[in-house]
């Protein structure tokens, strides 16, 4: 089965960096694809986190919009109870 072209590629450019002459540069290489992992396993953390953050600040946007409906609701019930209470006075 023949790989995807941007797998080949992937293969290809570990395998010439893997045959690279200098150890030295070769150990570069390697430390610097370490960081590059280490940098983007920080990056979906903080990403994880944001993603968390917004949703409990949806999660209270949305508990404190019901908390000002039930308010409303209940404001417009003693409303309607003040003018119930006013007509049945006169």
Same mark, same amino acid.
């Given at each position: ?5 941007? !797998?080949?590629?992937?293969? &290809?450019?570990?395998? =010439?960096?893997?045959?690279? *002459?200098?150890? $030295?540069? %070769?150990?570069?290489?390697?430390? +610097?694809?370490?960081?590059? !992992? #280490?940098?983007?396993? %920080?990056?979906?953390?903080?990403? &994880? =986190?944001? @993603?968390?953050? +917004?949703?409990?600040? %949806?999660? @209270?946007? *949305?508990?404190?919009?019901?908390? !000002? $409906?039930?308010?409303?609701? #209940?404001?417009? #019930? %003693?409303? !309607? *109870? ?9």
């Amino acid at each position: 089965m023949k790989q995807p072209i941007h !797998k080949q590629k992937e293969i &290809n450019k570990e395998e =010439y960096n893997k045959s690279l *002459l200098n150890p $030295d540069m %070769q150990k570069q290489f390697e430390e +610097l694809g370490t960081v590059e !992992k #280490e940098r983007e396993a %920080q990056l979906l953390q903080e990403r &994880n =986190y944001f @993603e968390a953050n +917004l949703q409990a600040q %949806q999660l @209270e946007m *949305l508990n404190i919009k019901n908390q !000002k $409906d039930n308010l409303e609701k #209940e404001l417009a #019930e %003693q409303k !309607k *109870l003040i003018r119930c209470r006013k007509a049945t006075i006169n």
